[in-house]
């Protein structure tokens, strides 16, 4: 799920109860979280890009990277992969989220990028795919309620029934932010030249179509 900028001027509580509205309740992804830990370990778990501006991580995008961390220090996720290509900041999403997540302690060893996607669809089918051609076998979607809810349903049809999910809770991420500043990273290596952003290479249309998982690129990490 690709954010407007206009998203940037909500105070993070608010931006919290707003996803947590649109999305599963929070007994349903407490009770996949159980579910989860039970079936764990996964070999990798998936994370979903956000846009990086303004040389700061936004909300959205923070609580990936803590979600993606907590999963992964209480031995639910072996591995995480970090999933988006430069699409609306010259930035690739996947390697900024990456250095998030090795500044917040996730081992580099552990930690893959995928940037090759440019809508959530993609995110969730090149992971699997780049996962799956890496030797990974058990896999699953980790995200925003609002996000994996989303998704799921393409998962399942498209991708694979097999994909876990693990909607993040919220009380857990509270807790997480309250313990932790931005860490500092070197955002400038994950800058792309020649950079053009989506919506100057597509038309709403195309877009709309990427959106829905219409234009994959089926050929990928083969």
Partial sequence: MRFSPA???LAPAVLLTFLNACSF?????LRQLKKAAGESPYDMI??????FEDSTWSQVMKIRVLWS????????AKNVMYSGSAVYTPYYEAQIMAM??????IPKDNIYTETK???STENIYYSYKKAKKLGFKR???ASDPFQTKMLRRFTRKIVSREVGMLPMVFDTIRAMESRITEPAIDFHRAFKTAFIPLPERETFWQRFK???GKRLDKTAYE
């Fill in 25 to 29: 309740s929070s007994k349903s992804s």
């Fill in 46 to 51: 998936v994370v979903p890009g956000v846009p």
């Fill in 139 to 141: 896999i699953a979607l």
């Fill in 69 to 76: 961390k907590y999963l992964y220090d209480r031995g639910i």
């Fill in 100 to 105: 998030y997540g090795e500044a917040l302690g």
């Fill in 7 to 9: 998203f940037k001027w």
């Fill in 210 to 212: 990427g959106t829905q």
């Fill in 117 to 119: 996607a440019e809508h």
